[in-house]
């Protein structure tokens, strides 16, 4: 089967994708793609059976361009999650003290911005659509870095010149493999999102109590603008279901009432990679 990531090769997007398909026991073509609607379209239009994006780093939130994009294609369901540790290096071909410019996705600046202020304050910060291509880009410059793995920079023929460099030790993302089709009510993590038929007072903390009343605990909960007007917003909410699909069919038939437009995405597994190094 082909499966979609965010390219070009050696991001950590690849790293998670091969993951989530020997997890699956899928026999996959990882497909390279550029940007992260670029990945959801290739699942949407038929061209690959199965995705993988990031939605969530542990330092930096949500990673807004999946949670549009769930909400906008609704073929789409989560069939499982893994949570990647992230270590990144500051990756190129010439003498750190020499470099001017410092590329890589937004994310990874944003994961590493206090250590590149304090080793490179007058490095100006250049985005890129993902860590690997910001490898690409500097190799053979003298004077240009990037942010990237340390599987980036073998790829493109670069040294580490730094690892590791983020600010937070802990550093996680996590992805969800996406395929087509019905989506699932059943597993430990549900991912869901709503809207409000009207900003009222109580309103958010009543359509919450159909979750608390079933008993089911919210392990992130994030909002999003619609796009319609000023003051309008959705909801994504994760939660942790115990066995049985009962009580998250109740919560949503409660909360269904409350809403203009309600999406479940799908309940699904996680692993999760950080907890087993730590233990490790």
């Known amino acids: 089967m082909r499966l979609a990531f965010l390219g070009p090769v050696g991001t950590y997007g690849e790293q998670a994708a091969q993951q989530l398909a020997r997890l699956e026991g899928l026999e996959a073509e990882l497909v390279p793609q550029q940007g992260i609607r670029s990945v959801v379209q290739a699942v949407a239009q ?5 995705a993988v ?12 361009a999946c949670l ?18 992230i270590r990144h290096a500051l990756v ?23 250590w590149l202020e304090a080793h490179l304050p007058l490095a100006l910060q250049l985005p890129t659509s993902s860590t690997a291509e910001a490898a690409r880009m500097v190799r053979g410059s003298r ?9 980036a920079a073998a790829e ?53 109590g159909c979750f608390a009343r079933q008993g089911l605990n919210m392990s992130r909960i994030e909002s999003r603008p619609s796009k319609r007007e000023m003051g309008e917003y959705i909801f994504f909410v994760d939660l942790e279901l115990p066995e049985g699909h009962q009580p998250l069919r109740t919560a949503l038939g409660e909360l269904e009432p409350l809403c203009e437009h309600l999406a479940l ?16």
Request: glycine share 10%; hydrophobic share 40%; aromatic share 6%.
């Open 53 to 64: 994006v990031p939605v969530e780093n542990s330092v930096e939130g949500g990673v807004t």
């Open 156 to 208: 493109h023929g670069l040294e580490v010149l730094a690892y590791p460099i983020n600010d937070v030790p802990g550093n996680c993302t996590r992805f969800l493999l996406l395929r087509r089709g019905p989506r699932s009510s059943e597993g430990p993590l549900a991912s869901l999102a709503f809207s409000l038929h009207s900003n009222l007072p109580g309103a958010l903390l009543e359509a919450l």
């Open 68 to 85: 549009d994009a769930l909400w906008e294609v609704p073929e789409l369901a989560v069939a499982r999650a893994l949570v990647l540790p």
């Open 92 to 114: 190129g071909s010439g003498p750190i003290d020499g470099i001017s410019e410092v590329l890589s996705h937004p994310q990874a600046l944003a994961q590493c911005s206090q």
């Open 143 to 151: 004077f240009r870095a990037a942010v990237a793995s340390r599987e």
């Open 265 to 280: 995405f799908g309940a699904y597994p996680l692993t999760d990679r950080s907890l087993e190094e730590a233990a490790g």
């Open 46 to 50: 038929g061209d690959c059976e199965a």
